[in-house]
């Protein structure tokens, strides 16, 4: 199930969401330069490494010479390959410009790189002492949803259904969607406490604690930094739907 667009409308164009496509798109671009053993040097120096990490935490010296949490925000703008990059940016340009329209510019970018590195350091809580690099805007994007499910539970998402050999495209409310998608991270995330967890392109692996506690995230900072301040055009419409707005 993919979401192809909601029918929620925004009031200004979302500057910051489209600069956040653009730049995992153009380090994605960077990484296809470089050769297997600098890639994955690269990501070994820029994504998360539970492992190097914790060690960061308690004292001690690592591999890098850069500060161990700057990996938190700059493994954001990582991914492990085009259908990685595809579903993340497809997520973030569908819900991410009307939870920027409610923010604004400036908060929006703070309240996205916080859930962003908050998301990192509860899958970090899950497997420590992991060394396989974790990357991805997952996290990120999603503490957008997790916003976007509060702010505009009743908007129309424009799904796309597979249904064996053939497809179909059904509008469903945000509160299903995404509600849908949550529990479906949380409960693969208890079911990987059962087994070794992968973290990142390397293992094969999906941060699904990451997910989860993105989500969670962007519930609680969401309000907090303003989501509810205000009226959209999308509460106007459903005042008055006669409006064409």
């Known amino acids: 199930m993919v979401p192809l667009q909601d029918r929620n409308p925004t009031t200004r164009p979302a500057y910051v969401t489209y600069a956040l496509v653009l730049i995992n798109i153009l380090v994605f671009v960077y990484e296809l330069t470089l050769s297997p053993q600098?890639?994955?040097?690269?990501?070994?120096e820029w994504a998360v490494v539970p492992a190097e990490l914790t060690?960061?935490?308690?004292g001690?010296?690592?591999s890098s010479?850069?500060?161990?949490?700057?990996?938190?925000?700059?493994?954001q703008f990582l991914h492990g390959g085009f259908l990685h990059l595809g579903g993340n940016m497809l997520f973030l340009w569908v819900f991410g410009n009307n939870v920027e329209d409610r923010l604004g510019h400036v908060r929006y970018l703070i309240f996205y790189l916080t859930c962003g590195a908050l998301a990192a350091l509860t899958q970090w809580f899950f497997d420590m002492e992991s060394a396989i690099p974790s990357l991805g805007a997952s996290g990120a994007i999603a503490g957008v949803l997790g916003a976007y499910i509060l702010?505009?539970?009743q908007a129309e998402i424009l799904t796309l259904v597979p249904l064996g050999l053939f497809t179909t495209t059904v509008y469903v409310p945000?509160?299903?969607f995404l509600g849908f998608w949550f529990?479906?991270?949380?409960f693969y995330g208890i079911a990987s406490l059962q087994t070794p967890i992968n973290i990142g392109m390397e293992g094969g692996g999906i941060a699904y604690w990451a997910h989860a506690g993105g989500f969670v995230f962007g519930l609680i900072l969401g309000p907090l930094m303003g989501l509810f301040a205000g009226k959209s055009p999308y509460d106007r419409q459903q005042h008055y739907p006669d409006l064409d707005l």
């Open 151 to 153: 702010r505009f539970p």
């Open 65 to 75: 010479l850069r500060p161990e949490w700057v990996t938190l925000f700059t493994s």
């Open 55 to 58: 060690a960061s935490f308690r």
């Open 38 to 44: 600098e890639l994955v040097a690269f990501f070994r």
């Open 183 to 186: 529990v479906q991270q949380a």
């Open 174 to 176: 945000a509160w299903v």
């Open 60 to 62: 001690e010296i690592t």
